[in-house]
């Protein structure tokens, strides 16, 4: 065996020059390499960009091992490529955590499926999504000693719950809370990176829906870590993007074919794109911690307050939505958007083909009056690969509408000074977010 001499120097000359010849031709055509472990039967690691469609990548496989490791992880497969983000909006935003808080009071029937559809939703991979469960306890407590405190048999149903996604808390109430102090309490942000999700028990989400909700957050909303750099005098003016982020409210999951508000039909020519709304969604949606914070703040100060005023909305031009008539005892939605026409909030929802959802309504009776189910209970997003295979071919040009309504909602969502954009009565503004009236 040659140990040594210039044979071996020479053989280590060769490679190096290699190696570098290698790097100057990726640099010179920017072109992307991966290099995986072949194995019979396996995907490359889920960190390899192979696992995801992506241009101009070349892989490398090494020969498998024949040592095969006792613990190696299991790759799941790899999401539709209709729904893969393979920009570099992926690798360049910062992810906001999302936290989900569910709020259930006696609807057991209705729980169990929220849960179920949570559940066997696609998380992306991460084990980070903890799940809160707000019990209310019952207006006049059981007579029976020991009885469910649910009345229903929540409490026994949550006992044995399970949540794969991250932790799971739950907090069960001593005394009867409501729904509007339940939901307010619930949360209070303390830091930037956190956004909240909110169900009701009477919810069902699609499995794709938080596969939407980071998408739209991670084009849509101030990157959770931005911070003015010393010295950068550009930070201190705002500019159309930042303003844009600074009125932003949040992500919805539903979408709505009836507007509750001004008791019209809506519907949103713009190519099945999302939109821009000047109304709170309760039926599923992602609250951003800053202007979550100062609703608390100003709730606070202007709605808890002993003698608050009833919040009424007359916009500019003397018309007032329905919520004006809605008890304000029971509604926290109804101070929500009170607040967003005096400041110009807004929220952003999807606009699918088909009257798809992300989230429906399933309108069990509850604390408040239900409407009729066929203007709210709306279909759910199947997979993506199942909603497009469920389009036969050569029916119009329907499957290539829905398939480009997917990419405009998971990969290329419009920029946001394209979107559409809608008052707190559903009229189109056509000048933006940033001309959204202010209402009294």
Same mark, same amino acid.
């Given at each position: 065996?040659?140990?040594?001499?210039?044979?071996?120097?020479?053989?280590?000359?060769?490679?190096?020059?290699?190696?570098?010849?290698?790097?100057?031709?990726?640099?010179?055509?920017?072109?992307?390499?991966?290099?995986?472990?072949?194995?019979?039967?396996?995907?490359?690691?889920?960190?390899?960009?192979?696992?995801?469609?992506?241009?101009?990548?070349?892989?490398?496989?090494?020969?498998?091992?024949?040592?095969?490791?006792?613990?190696?992880?299991?790759?799941?497969?790899?999401?539709?490529?209709?729904?893969?983000?393979?920009?570099?909006? =992926?690798?360049?935003? #910062?992810? %906001? $955590?999302?936290? @989900?808080?569910?709020?259930?009071?006696?609807? !057991?029937?209705?729980? +169990? /499926?929220?849960?179920?559809?949570?559940?066997?939703?696609?998380?992306?991979?991460?084990?980070?999504?903890?799940?809160?469960?707000?019990?209310?306890?019952?207006?006049?407590?059981?007579?029976?000693?020991?009885?469910?405190?649910?009345?229903?048999?929540?409490?026994?149903?949550?006992?044995?719950?399970?949540?794969?996604?991250?932790?799971?808390?739950?907090?069960?109430?001593?005394?009867?809370?409501?729904?509007?102090?339940?939901?307010?309490?619930?949360?209070?942000?303390?830091?930037?990176?956190?956004?909240?999700?909110?169900?009701?028990?009477?919810? =069902?989400?699609?499995? #794709?829906? %938080? $596969?939407?909700? @980071?998408?739209?957050?991670?084009?849509?909303? !101030?990157?959770?870590? +931005? /911070?003015?750099?010393?010295?950068?005098?550009?930070?201190?003016?705002?500019?159309?993007?930042?303003?844009?982020?600074?009125?932003?409210?949040?992500?919805?999951?539903?979408?709505?074919?009836?507007?509750?508000?001004?008791?019209?039909?809506?519907?949103?020519?713009?190519?099945?794109?999302?939109?821009?709304?000047?109304?709170?969604?309760?039926?599923?949606?992602?609250?951003?911690?800053?202007?979550?914070?100062?609703?608390?703040?100003?709730?606070?100060?202007?709605?808890?307050?002993?003698?608050?005023?009833?919040?009424?909305?007359?916009?500019?031009?003397?018309?007032?939505?329905?919520?004006?008539?809605?008890?304000?005892?029971?509604?926290?939605?109804?101070?929500?958007?009170?607040?967003?026409?005096?400041?110009?909030?807004?929220?952003?929802?999807?606009?699918?083909?088909?009257?798809?959802?992300?989230?429906?309504?399933?309108?069990?009776?509850?604390?408040?009056?239900?409407?009729?189910?066929?203007?709210?209970?709306?279909?759910?997003?199947?997979?993506?690969?199942?909603?497009?295979?469920?389009?036969?071919?050569?029916?119009?040009?329907?499957?290539?509408?829905?398939?480009?309504?997917?990419?405009?909602?998971?990969?290329?969502?419009?920029?946001?000074?394209?979107?559409?954009?809608?008052?707190?009565?559903?009229?189109?503004?056509?000048?933006?977010?940033?001309?959204?009236?202010?209402?009294?």
């Amino acid at each position: 065996m040659r140990t040594g001499g210039t044979g071996g120097a020479a053989g280590w000359v060769r490679i190096a020059a290699a190696v570098v010849a290698l790097v100057m031709i990726l640099l010179l055509y920017q072109l992307r390499v991966c290099i995986s472990a072949r194995s019979p039967g396996r995907l490359p690691h889920a960190s390899c960009p192979k696992a995801t469609p992506c241009p101009r990548l070349t892989s490398i496989e090494l020969p498998p091992s024949r040592r095969r490791a006792s613990h190696a992880p299991t790759v799941p497969p790899p999401p539709s490529p209709v729904i893969t983000a393979t920009d570099s909006r =992926e690798r360049r935003r #910062d992810v %906001y $955590r999302v936290a @989900i808080k569910v709020f259930t009071y006696k609807r !057991v029937d209705g729980l +169990r /499926r929220l849960l179920s559809s949570l559940t066997n939703a696609d998380y992306m991979g991460r084990a980070d999504v903890d799940l809160t469960l707000f019990l209310d306890f019952p207006k006049k407590p059981p007579a029976t000693a020991g009885a469910d405190l649910a009345d229903d048999g929540t409490r026994s149903f949550v006992d044995g719950f399970d949540w794969p996604h991250g932790s799971l808390t739950v907090h069960r109430r001593l005394t009867n809370n409501g729904l509007k102090r339940t939901i307010m309490e619930a949360w209070y942000p303390t830091r930037d990176d956190e956004v909240a999700v909110f169900f009701e028990d009477d919810i =069902e989400v699609a499995p #794709d829906w %938080y $596969r939407w909700t @980071i998408a739209a957050l991670r084009q849509y909303a !101030v990157a959770p870590s +931005r /911070r003015p750099v010393p010295g950068d005098r550009s930070a201190l003016v705002p500019t159309d993007k930042t303003l844009f982020q600074d009125r932003l409210l949040g992500i919805s999951l539903f979408r709505p074919v009836h507007d509750e508000l001004s008791g019209k039909g809506c519907s949103v020519n713009n190519g099945f794109a999302p939109f821009a709304l000047q109304q709170p969604c309760s039926w599923g949606a992602a609250f951003l911690p800053r202007p979550w914070r100062a609703f608390r703040k100003w709730y606070d100060a202007v709605g808890n307050a002993p003698g608050a005023p009833d919040p009424q909305v007359v916009t500019l031009d003397g018309d007032e939505p329905t919520s004006n008539s809605w008890d304000s005892k029971s509604s926290w939605k109804k101070y929500l958007i009170k607040l967003m026409t005096e400041r110009g909030w807004f929220m952003v929802y999807p606009n699918l083909p088909q009257r798809y959802v992300f989230s429906t309504n399933h309108l069990m009776k509850g604390e408040h009056p239900t409407p009729p189910k066929a203007l709210f209970e709306l279909p759910l997003l199947p997979s993506s690969a199942t909603a497009i295979s469920a389009v036969a071919e050569g029916v119009g040009d329907a499957r290539q509408v829905l398939e480009a309504s997917l990419k405009s909602h998971f990969m290329d969502l419009p920029d946001a000074e394209s979107l559409w954009v809608f008052d707190v009565l559903f009229r189109r503004v056509e000048k933006g977010v940033l001309h959204l009236p202010r209402a009294n």
